[in-house]
Structure formats: C-alpha cells, structure tokens
C-alpha cells in the first residue's frame, strides 16, 4: 500500500526556518518525481515545488522561489521541503504528492500544518 | 504562467442531479490536465487525469472531457458522497496551476 506521511510542520515567528519531511512507502521512492502542495486555511490549492526522481529536474513556484529548498533521499525513502525566511502568508497545510508519468497527484500525505505567526 | 479558470465557484445541487464544472486555461494546455475532489480536513482525491482518464476506482458517474483551453468535469448522478471541493489542476509546464476550486453543495 502506497503511503505517504508529511511531518515537521508546527508554529514559527516570521523570518524563521522548518523543515518538513515526507516519509514514502510502499513504492519504489527513487523512480517517481514528488511535488508540495500546500492549502491556506480555507483557501485552495497551491503548488509550490516539484523534483524529479533523481533530482536532476527542480522547480519552485514564483511565491517561494529564493525562500524554500526542495530536496530528497531516495536511500532513505523521503523528500523534504526547508523553508526559510517564512512569512505570514506561507501559513497552510502542506502535503507531499506522488507523480507519475500521466497524473500530476495520484497519492498524496495526510498534510502537515505550518503555522507563521509572532 | 497558465492561469486556470474554474465556473462555478459555488453549485447547488440535488442527489441525482447531472452536475458540470468547467475549467478554462489562459493558454492550450493540451490534454495536461487533472481533477481532484477534496473533502474538509483530507487530502485531495485524484479524480480524472489526462482530461478524461478514469482514476483507478473512481465510480464511472465521473467523466472528463475537454483538450486545449476548455474542459469539464461532469458527474453523471449526484450521490451524497460527491458533496465536496473540486479542482482542475493543470500540468502542462511549470509553474503547475490549479483552479481555485468549485463546492457543490447540497440544494
């Protein structure tokens, strides 16, 4: 059974740092790109990062690029997400989601709340 | 950046209703595009991938349709469990963009 499960997430002041983890199972981790996701508390859905699955292929979208790293262990089976310089506005849960070759999304964690707050 | 156009934003329907969603991109996206159901305090539900691909599992009242610019999501039959949140997603280039979300609610 495929499982991802997002942790790290938690209250931070503004310009501070988290570090969220996605832990995958049940897949062959290192033959799948993986993106984050996040949801502003009542908003919609923004994508925020993607990486290929040996990491040759980054992308970060405009509101956290210079900010939020990317990053992944296929040895250890888990993909990260350092964010640094944390605004007001970076408040959301944040999942990690599986990417095949044809669907953007088809597993996705539970979400991790990421609260940025004095 | 491709910009993605949900309507409506909010739909009222019955059970057993055919319910339609549509979503318009800024620019042609090809077939590059997905949905997702979420309900409130879970994480979206991969609907239909490649604009009209059935998710494995996923009952056969949804369909997708649409290539290019224009593209709809239709529920076939309402049933009490499809009341939730739905979003286009598209993933022709980045920076990947989703709609900003359609609720159907119960009329």
């Known amino acids: 059974e495929v499982q991802l499960v997002e942790s790290g997430g938690g209250l931070v002041k503004p310009g501070g740092s988290l570090r969220l983890s996605c832990a995958a199972s049940?897949?062959?981790?290192?033959?799948?790109?993986m993106n984050w996701v996040r949801q502003a508390p009542g908003k919609g859905l923004e994508w925020v990062s993607s990486?290929?699955?040996?990491?040759?292929?980054?992308y970060y979208a405009d509101s956290v690029k210079g900010r939020f790293t990317i990053s992944r262990d296929n040895a250890k089976n888990s993909l990260y997400l350092q964010m640094n310089s944390l605004r007001a506005e970076d408040t959301a849960v944040y999942y990690c989601?599986?990417?095949?070759?044809?669907?953007?999304?088809?597993?996705w964690g539970q979400g991790t709340l990421v609260t940025v707050s004095s | 950046d491709i910009q993605m156009t949900q309507s409506p934003s909010t739909l009222s329907a019955s059970v057993g209703d055919r319910v339609t969603i549509t979503c318009r991109a800024s620019?042609?996206?090809?077939?590059?595009l997905a949905w997702y159901q979420q309900k409130p305090g879970k994480a979206p539900k991969l609907l239909i991938y490649?604009?009209?691909s059935l998710e494995s599992g996923v009952p056969s009242r949804f369909s997708g349709s649409g290539s290019g610019t224009e593209f709809t999501l239709t529920i076939s039959s309402l049933q009490p469990d499809d009341f939730a949140t739905y979003y286009c997603?598209?993933?022709?280039?980045?920076?990947?963009?989703f709609g900003q979300g359609t609720k159907v609610e119960i009329k």
């Open positions: 989601a599986r990417e095949s070759n044809i669907t953007p999304g088809d597993y």
């Open positions: 049940g897949f062959t981790f290192s033959s799948y790109s």
């Open positions: 990486i290929s699955s040996s990491s040759s292929y980054i």
């Open positions: 620019q042609s996206i090809s077939s590059w």
């Open positions: 490649k604009a009209s």
């Open positions: 997603q598209q993933y022709n280039s980045y920076p990947w963009a």
